[in-house]
Structures are given as C-alpha cells and as structure tokens.
C-alpha cells in the first residue's frame, strides 16, 4: 500500500450522510469446470503466496505451467463436491445478510464481493464502486486472522486495480478480528450444534481439532501475525465453551516443499488414532465460508483418512456461512469504522508494512488482548 493510500486509511473522518461501498474480500473459486484452470493461474500469479525467488521475471510462463499441470487434480476434487465451488453463492449470501442489517441500522452502504482469484474479480468491484457514487469505502476482508497470503494480498491487488483507474475515495480497512465476540459466539453455538451429532458420548471422549490453512514458516518468521491469532481465535473459543472435550489445533492444505505450519491435519489424525482416540470433531477455524478445504479436503479425504485408521465417528463443523452472530460481528466491524476519526485496523496494516522484516509478531489492537 502506497504512503499517500496509508495516511488516507488513518485519518478518517466521522461518518458523513452519504452513502457507504462495503467490500468483502474473498478468494474465490471456479464457477465451472472450465474455470479450474484460469482460477489457478491467478493464484500462481500472486506474489503475496507464491514466490518464485529468482525465477519471479518468468512468473507467468511458470504460472501457466503449474495451473496447466494441476487442473486435472483439482478438477476431480471439485467434480467430487458437485462440480464447482460453492463459495461465491456462500459469500452472496453474507453480503446480503450484511447489508440488511446496516439497513436495520440507519447505515446507507452497498456490500460488494471482491473475490481474489475468480470472478467477480477485485478490476470489476473496483470500476462498480467508482460509477456508484459513494464517499467512502470500507475494506472488510472474510479472513479473521491476519495474513500476507489473505489480507494483505487482496488490500495489495485492491490498491493496484483502485490506482489503475483513479479511484480516490476514503478508505477504512479492517485488517483483523480474531477475538471479535460475536465471532467466538458464532464458532461456539456451531461446534455445540454438532457436538449434539454424537449423541450420548460424553464429552471427555470426542476430541477438539481445530484445523486452519497453513501457510509457510517463512511468512511467520517474517513477523506474519497468522499463528498468534489462528492460537487467539482457539483459546477464545474453547473458553467460552467451557467443554470437557481435549482440544488440539493443526494446519492443513499445505502446497510446495516449503516448510509449512504445523502439524498437518492428517498428522493429527493420526497420532489421535494411536492414542486409541475414536471420535473427532474437525472446526476450521479459518474458514468462514465453505469451500473445497472444507468440502473435499476435510469430509472426503481426511475423513476417509480418519475412518482406515480406525476412528469411529468422525463429523465437521460447518462453515459460519451466514450464522446470525457472524453476520452481527461483521456489520458491528462495519459501523465502527464508520464512525471512528483512527482506525487501530489501518495502523496494524501501517506496521505490517513498514517493518516487513521484524522478528516479533504484532497481533492486531482492535481488541482488548
């Protein structure tokens, strides 16, 4: 993010009595079997996850080959999940769940869905906000943990496409909410409702684990706050649910030969089977919408994982989705920003930025710790 878009972000004014663009970031999925391909190659072509190191000037070329070479692969995981992607549907529903309750209160804003890798494409909601005629814009990405590969991509391709047509309107970002408590609720209420799947089985007997996508250790070491606040939304969560059940956090959907974080989801499983534990409660507890980590990822291949090792029952927390309580965090984030003069969200961002090789991670300020 350029210094002039920064010192914008940071010295907003009052909410003013026009009209509000919310954006909600996403990274989106192929809508068809078709878009398989394209949908890789946007994401090959990123720098902000994929680095090439010194082969970053034949970036294309290679992205081209990788998505050409992992179409097949890919394709057959969503053929198994009903052929497409159900994020953007998923994600359409929580824009419009949010924008009736700004309406319930008093706040005049459209929500957009800038997704990252797939349509609509972050170039089309850029050109949507500026023919719609609003004063302001609020940057609401759908990751509550903070990370270079999510937000701080999406906020990068935004500020280029926004700068490749003039578009110069305040701006607020949210940067972060892991501990927001309307989120925790959300993630309580839907791991008691699935709790209630396995029955009588008393709690002391149904194992916790708490899955979220990794990404590479580097990222970490380079002062990427993701692990402290992927461990910050955990702890909260299982406080508040005050269940008897043992909990366990992992990572999964690891892609290279960097080192990830971990350990992995199926390591878990794994290690929960030879301990002779026999029922699982996966939470993905990064994904607030479903999609093929969750879908395929997690209730096809881990579960099929889970069930040769000899696990019993093995269920999946849903994705938030539309959950009343998620819907209510996003819209109090809304109307914060719009009525603050200091953004504590945009000077997380600042430091990111500024201080891109710093060895302590800093957890976002929105919140109390």
Known sequence: MKAQHRKRVEGQKTASTGMAAVVLFQLGGPDSPDAVEPFLFNLFMDPDIIDFQFLNSVRRPLARFFSRR?????????????????????????????????????????????????????????????????????????????????????????????????????????????????????????????LKRFGQTPHEEVDLVFSAHGIPLSFIEAGDPYQLQIEETVHRVVDAGNWKSPHV???????????????????????????????????????????????????????AEAHELGIRQFEMMPALNDHPAFIRCLADLVEAQLHTSFSPASKCMKLWEEKPGRSEPVLCPWYPQ
């Not at 929960?272 to 990822?297: C, D, N, S, W, Y």
């Open 70 to 194: 992992r179409r097949g692969i890919v394709a057959r995981h969503y053929d198994e999940i009903g052929g497409k992607s159900p994020i953007l549907e998923l994600t359409n529903r929580q824009a419009a769940s949010l924008e009736a309750i700004l309406r319930d209160r008093n706040i005049r804003a459209t929500v957009f869905v800038a997704m990252r890798y797939w349509r609509p494409l972050t170039s089309d909601v850029v050109r949507s906000v500026r023919d719609g005629g609003f004063d302001r814009i609020v940057l609401l990405p759908l990751y509550p943990q903070y990370s270079k590969a999510t937000t701080l991509s999406s906020t990068h391709e935004w500020t280029r496409q926004t700068t490749a047509i003039g578009l110069d309107l305040p701006t607020h970002l949210i940067c972060c909410y892991p501990n927001h408590p309307l989120l925790i609720k959300a993630f309580v209420q839907q791991i008691e409702k699935t």
């Open 249 to 303: 956090l992992c990572y999964q959907s690891k892609v290279g030969r960097r080192e990830w974080l971990g350990p992995s989801l199926s390591q878990t499983v794994r290690v929960l089977a030879q301990k002779g534990r026999k029922r699982l409660l996966v939470v993905p507890v990064a994904f607030v919408t479903e999609h093929i980590e969750t879908l395929h990822e997690i209730n096809i291949e881990v579960r």
